[in-house]
Structures are given as structure tokens and as C-alpha cells.
């Protein structure tokens, strides 16, 4: 590279903000790093595990366990491995840990100044934490002064959904506006990979479909509720609609399939339906780099398929097909959605650019 090269090279990554990612080595971790590298706006910095990963670098860590394809990123293989403990360099934290042990690793970074973006369950339902989906909610921002008043914490908690729920609330928030949701049923076929690494173990996967997901049903179900729910006077009011979750883990690597049937309040055709989809597309002003439109509406009678459409907009977007009319409530359709990168790490990187742009950071 030429010293003009170089020194464009170095004055982008000055202006870069540092960020860390909490349980960098676990599936949703390793798609942030590779997200994250290149990331116009952000740089990694840090990235930190348990005790028995920290002290190694990364690459070492992730010998035989990067499970993304191509090389690990040059940069990132570099580092060391930190522990999950408040004396981070870098003032914005992605939380990929798994729900054991996020909950007070996360409150206690958020005392000691740092913004924490989380996948992890633990935070999700309390009051006065938002629950985020840029394009969804994103009035749910106000919480932050909420929870700042109310715990006297320095920094603060934003937590991303679950990979079903976001999905799910992305594909039915322009149907919400616009012809009011009263009821959802949704039976979901959920990829390997949303169980973590090394997850479900092969003799019980292969061949089979496993009829339960601890705790899932419940996150959808509650999850939604608070998504769609009315904030006043600094208090989210849960929304006024009927849901009913059956989950279910089938032998797919990425992606994860949803079977959704609703009840409208206003009866649209299935054109005026498939229009107010289509024409979802609330934040491309603001011109975020993880942006993509969050809808893709799918014709082809067998489409959405995961190996086929996990990708749509660089994972970002969800695709909804087979829309049509039902026989016991209104309209059903199927839903497919990325659930490591929209529903983990792309959905929570989506809030830091939301963030940035709203001044927070
Ligand atoms: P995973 O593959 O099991 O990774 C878990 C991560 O947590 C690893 O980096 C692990 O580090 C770290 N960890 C475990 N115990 C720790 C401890 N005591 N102290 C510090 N770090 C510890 O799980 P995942 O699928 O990436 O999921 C991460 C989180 O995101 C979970 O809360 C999950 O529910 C949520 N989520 C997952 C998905 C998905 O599609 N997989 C989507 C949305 C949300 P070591 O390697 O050092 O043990």
C-alpha cells in the first residue's frame, strides 16, 4: 500500500468507534466478528470470553471451533482473549453470552459506564429496558433514561429479541399498523445453530425434529407482547393481542422457518396485505451500513426455503411467502429469518448504528 493508501487506511480507523464483544467464541460472537470487521462506523477492539478461553488469542481459541467459513479476520485473530469483567477499553459492549451468566455480567457493566447491546435473554422483559428492533420500536430508546433514573447506572442495557420473535414482529409490524393484529399462532422450525455451539447433539438431530425448545414458546409469546406494546409516561403497556407459540428444532444448519397465522381487526385482500409488506421500508433515510429493506415478499409457492433465502439482504432481511387466506383465523403465511445474523448479531449492530445516529454514542 502507498503512503496515501496508508495514511487513508489509518485516519478511517482513528474515527472509528472501539467496540468489545461479550462471548466472542460462541456462534452469535463469531458472527459479530465477522460482521464487525469492516464495519465502517465500528472497530473491533476487544473481544472476551469465559476463564478457560481468556489468555489465548482469538485465533488460537477458534482453532478448530470457527465454524463461519473463510479465514478468521487478520485483526481479530490477534487479540487475546479478554475475561467479562468491567475494565474494557471500549465503551460499547455486544453481549453474545449465554444466559447463564449474562445477566449480572451485563448490569455490571452497565454500572461502570459502558452501553451493552444484548442477545441474551436475561434483561429483556424488565421494565425499563428496551427491547429493541430498529425498525419495530424504536420509540423504546426512551427507556434508556428510565433505567439510567431508576438504577443510577452510569451507562446502560439494550436488548435485541429473540431470533424467532424478531423475526416474526418484523414481518407483522407494517400489518400491525395497518389492519391491527388481534391474534397470532406461530409454529416455528428453528435451526440448528440458534442453539449455540456445540448445541443439540447429532444422534438426536439427525433424522428427527425435536418437538421442544426450552423456554422459547414463552419468549415469543411475551417477547411480542412488549414489541407491539404502548409506551406511556416511561412504562411499556403491553399489547392487547392473542399469541400462541409451538417451537421446534429441525436438522437445518441456519435459519429458521416460521408458519404464521393471524386475526386482523381490519380485513385487507391478500394484494392490500402483500402491498403494506411490500412497501415496508422504514429506516433507509437514515442510510444505516447494516440496513437492508426488511421485508422481501416471495411469489414462488414453495418459497421461503432456509438454504435458498437465509441470506436476503446480506441476512437482513426476512422473506415472507405463501400468503393467503385461512380457514380458521384470517391469513397465514411462512416467515423465514437469519437467525445468527437478524436475529443476533446483524439485528444488535443494526441498534449500535440506530444508536450512533441518534446521538447516544
Ligand atoms: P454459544 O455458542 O454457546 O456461546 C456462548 C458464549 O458465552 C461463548 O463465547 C462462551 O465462552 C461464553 N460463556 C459461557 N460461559 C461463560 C462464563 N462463565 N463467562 C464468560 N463467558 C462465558 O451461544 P450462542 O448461540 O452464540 O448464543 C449466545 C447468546 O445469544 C445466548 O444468550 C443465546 O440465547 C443468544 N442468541 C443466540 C442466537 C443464535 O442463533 N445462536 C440468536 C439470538 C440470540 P467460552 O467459549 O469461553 O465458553
Not at 277 to 294: E, G, I, M, Q, V
Not at 336 to 352: E, P, S
Request: charged share 25%.
Amino acid at each position: 500500500m502507498n503512503v496515501l493508501g496508508n495514511y487513508i487506511e489509518n485516519f478511517s480507523k482513528m474515527n472509528k468507534i472501539p467496540v468489545a464483544i461479550l462471548g466472542a467464541t460462541g456462534i452469535v460472537g463469531q458472527r459479530y466478528v465477522k460482521l464487525l470487521s469492516n464495519h465502517p462506523w465500528f472497530e473491533i477492539k476487544e473481544v472476551a470470553a469465559s476463564e478457560k478461553s481468556a489468555g489465548k488469542t482469538y485465533g488460537e481459541v477458534m482453532k478448530s471451533r470457527w465454524k463461519l467459513g473463510g479465514n478468521i479476520p487478520k485483526e481479530v485473530s490477534n487479540l487475546v482473549v479478554k475475561e467479562c469483567s468491567p475494565t474494557l477499553e471500549s465503551k460499547l459492549v455486544f453481549s453474545a453470552l449465554d444466559a447463564s451468566i449474562a445477566g449480572g455480567i451485563e448490569e455490571n457493566f452497565a454500572k461502570e459506564g459502558y452501553i451493552v447491546i444484548s442477545n441474551a435473554r436475561n434483561h429483556r422483559l424488565d421494565e425499563d429496558v428496551p427491547l429493541l428492533i430498529p425498525e419495530v420500536n424504536p420509540e423504546s430508546l426512551a427507556l434508556i433514561d428510565v433505567q439510567r433514573r431508576k438504577r443510577g447506572y452510569k451507562g446502560f442495557i439494550i436488548t435485541h429479541p429473540n431470533c424467532s420473535t424478531t423475526e416474526l414482529c418484523l414481518a407483522l409490524k407494517p400489518i400491525n399498523d395497518k389492519f391491527r393484529l388481534k391474534k397470532i399462532l406461530v409454529t416455528t422450525m428453528q435451526s440448528l445453530s440458534g442453539a449455540g455451539y456445540p448445541g443439540v447433539p447429532s444422534l438426536d438431530i439427525i433424522d428427527n425434529i425435536i418437538p421442544f425448545i426450552s423456554l422459547e414458546e414463552e419468549k415469543i409469546e411475551q417477547e411480542t407482547l412488549k414489541i407491539f406494546g404502548n409506551l406511556e409516561n416511561g412504562k411499556i403497556n403491553r399489547a392487547n393481542i392473542q399469541v400462541s407459540a409451538t417451537c421446534n428444532r429441525v436438522f437445518v444448519s441456519e435459519g429458521h422457518l416460521e408458519s404464521v397465522s393471524i386475526e386482523t381487526g381490519e380485513k385487507p385482500t391478500i394484494d392490500e396485505l402483500i402491498g403494506c409488506l411490500d412497501d415496508f421500508d422504514p429506516l433507509r433515510k437514515l442510510n444505516l451500513p447494516s440496513y437492508a429493506k426488511p421485508i422481501v415478499v416471495m411469489k414462488e409457492e414453495d418459497r421461503p426455503q432456509p438454504r435458498l433465502d437465509r441470506n436476503l439482504g446480506n441476512g437482513m432481511s426476512v422473506a415472507v411467502g405463501r400468503i393467503r387466506n385461512c380457514n380458521v383465523l384470517d391469513y397465514k403465511f411462512l416467515v423465514l429469518g437469519n437467525n445468527t445474523i437478524r436475529g443476533g448479531a446483524g439485528g444488535a449492530i443494526l441498534i449500535a448504528e440506530l444508536l450512533k445516529v441518534k446521538g447516544y454514542l
